[in-house]
């Protein structure tokens, strides 16, 4: 009896140091990642040049490089969450399709690929037409999950080429929200600007802006928060010329932009970012 | 008497010519920029008093381009000068730090300085201090720079005081730069350093791929936030390699 009790104990710390063990070091292994990029290309023997890992916040990721171009499959969901497509870099110094066409063909895009979200749900926040030089041209989209006022983590991006149409990058990111969404915090739009104002110095502000933003740590845990923008520039100038031409002074003054995130219960002061 | 008179005049004739033929030797031929075994890499970074810095990316950079075969070299908090006058030895230059309009901010932990683009274009200098230089300063071309990356503010843009830096560049000899067009967010900027020398160092990635690439993993990395780091411009050959490791032609 006491035999039997020493060995169901010594089966329950094996246990118990499996499953540590499973807790800790969980996620895909390298066939698996490649496997994804597999299904997500619907590519039969994919030529795979490099694998690395990548750990960004609390979200740990494989990098596939294949002759195709970079592919991270997040180690958790075996997501491809991150696509830059190389040969898709060439024919894109003419812009041949018209902006509202090019989301049009992303959004088809999206709800191949990005499956969590209908396009629907979705905000389309930011549109670019990105002018690169001697690189050409490209579309950036930015699409945004926002409930009731609340911008929360899951977006999708997608870049296309503005001549052939095709894909050139894309991240989709989707994470179930772990918190209640609350559109009327206790600290309001108007505390969020004065306490942001108060945290930063030297700026002669111009314009501010807030978002109501769930964010997620480095240990995975969401979090709701006022993020206040303030842009501007110094209030002293970095430099001044002096023109020998004509003598005048020209005083450059930097612009500044400050992100200042608040806790959206308490107010306090959570990060001071100066952006540039 | 009158012969000896006459070679004097012919060995003073013969001397004139030869200064002359020197001179114009001088002038016509620039005076060569070393060019080391292997390569320099030349890599900028800042912790600047009014923030934000921009450190650790120059020894990121650096160990990417080692891998390269480079001789990858990183300086925190430099003088703009002593970057100025390795720049004609360097086969690659990175900087990362705060720009404006045609102009680069260094900051040596004591005082500012810049290295500007032209100031044939509206002859100007700044006032708060003796440390900065022009690309036009240099009598020579940067010929032997392959890759030039000025990731800071509007690096590719145009100042009607001192011309544009990353075009500037290309036209004294850089193979192919990199700029931007607006303000760009210091994370995203490290960030977009990072990989950017990550992919042509690893990968072998063209400038084009590398920078695109770059652009996705710097927003990735800050929530899907750009910043202005997808302005970014290519002036010269997108398709430039940085392996094996060489200098410009």
Redesign the interface.
């Known amino acids: 009896m006491k035999y039997k009790s020493i060995l169901i104990g010594l089966c329950a710390i094996l246990l118990s140091l499996s499953v540590v063990s499973i807790g800790t070091s969980a996620g895909i292994s390298d066939t698996q990642a490649v496997s994804a990029v597999t299904q997500f290309l619907e590519k039969e023997n994919l030529i795979v040049?490099?694998i690395s890992e990548y750990q960004?916040n609390s979200d740990s990721y494989h990098a596939i490089?294949t002759e195709d171009?970079?592919f991270?499959v997040n180690s958790e969901n075996s997501k491809v969450?991150?696509a830059?497509f190389?040969p898709n870099?060439n024919d894109n110094s003419d812009v041949t399709i018209p902006m509202d066409e090019a989301i049009e063909i992303s959004e088809g895009y999206l709800a191949q690929y990005y499956t969590d979200l209908p396009v629907e749900d979705l905000k389309l926040t930011?549109s670019?037409l990105?002018?690169?030089?001697?690189?050409?041209s490209?579309y950036?989209f930015?699409w945004?999950e926002i409930v009731d006022g609340v911008i929360t983590?899951n977006?999708a991006?997608v870049?296309l080429n503005p001549n052939t149409g095709n894909i050139?990058?894309y991240?989709g990111?989707y994470r179930t929200l772990t918190i209640q969404i609350d559109s009327n915090p206790t600290i309001t739009k108007d505390d969020a600007i004065d306490i942001a104002q108060e945290a930063i110095n030297?700026v002669s502000i111009s314009s501010v802006s807030t978002e109501l933003k769930i964010?997620i740590d480095q240990n995975g845990e969401q979090k709701e928060i006022w993020e206040v923008c303030i842009d501007g520039t110094?209030e002293k100038p970095?430099?001044?010329?002096?023109?020998?031409?004509t003598g005048e002074?020209?005083p450059?003054y930097?612009?500044v932009?400050y992100i200042v995130k608040l806790d959206v219960d308490t107010g306090k002061t959570l990060h001071v970012?100066?952006?540039? | 008497m009158e012969k000896k008179k006459k070679n004097g005049v012919q060995s003073r004739t013969i001397r004139v010519l030869l200064l002359c033929i020197c001179l114009l030797l001088s002038i016509s031929i620039p005076v060569g920029a070393t060019q080391y075994d292997p390569p320099r890499a030349s890599n900028y970074d800042f912790d600047y008093p009014?923030?934000?810095d921009s450190t650790p990316c120059a020894s990121d950079a650096a160990d990417h381009q080692d891998e390269a075969l480079y001789d990858g070299r990183s300086y925190t908090n430099s003088a703009a000068i002593p970057a100025w006058e390795k720049m004609a030895d360097d086969a690659i230059f990175s900087f990362v730090g705060?720009g404006?309009n045609g102009?680069i901010?260094f900051w040596d932990g004591d005082e500012?300085g810049?290295i500007l683009a032209d100031y044939y274009v509206?002859?100007?200098?700044?006032?708060?201090?003796s440390d900065y230089k022009y690309l036009s300063n240099y009598s020579t071309e940067l010929s032997d720079l392959l890759h030039a990356a000025y990731i800071s503010?509007n690096s590719?843009n145009e100042s009607s005081?001192?011309g544009n830096l990353?075009s500037y560049s290309y036209q004294k000899g850089v193979d192919t730069t990199l700029g931007f067009?607006t303000?760009?967010?210091?994370?995203q900027a490290c960030d977009f350093s990072w990989k950017y020398w990550y992919n042509l160092a690893?990968?072998n990635?063209?400038?084009?791929?590398s920078?695109?690439?770059a652009?996705?993993?710097a927003?990735?990395?800050n929530?899907?936030q750009?910043?202005?780091i997808?302005?970014?411009?290519?002036?010269?050959?997108?398709q430039l390699t940085i392996k094996p490791a060489r200098y410009g032609s």
């Open positions: 040049m490099d960004i490089v171009g970079e991270w969450e991150l830059i190389i870099m930011e670019y990105e002018q690169h030089g001697d690189a050409g490209e950036t930015v945004r983590p977006y991006i870049g050139i990058g991240i990111i030297g964010v110094s970095s430099m001044s010329f002096v023109s020998v031409i002074t020209f450059v930097d612009p932009r970012l100066r952006v540039w | 009014y923030g934000p705060h404006d102009v901010s500012s810049y509206n002859y100007s200098y700044p006032t708060d201090t503010c590719a005081e001192v990353t067009l303000n760009i967010g210091a994370a690893i990968y990635w063209t400038v084009s791929t920078a695109d690439s652009k996705y993993y927003a990735v990395y929530g899907g750009f910043e202005g997808q302005n970014y411009v290519i002036v010269g050959n997108p």
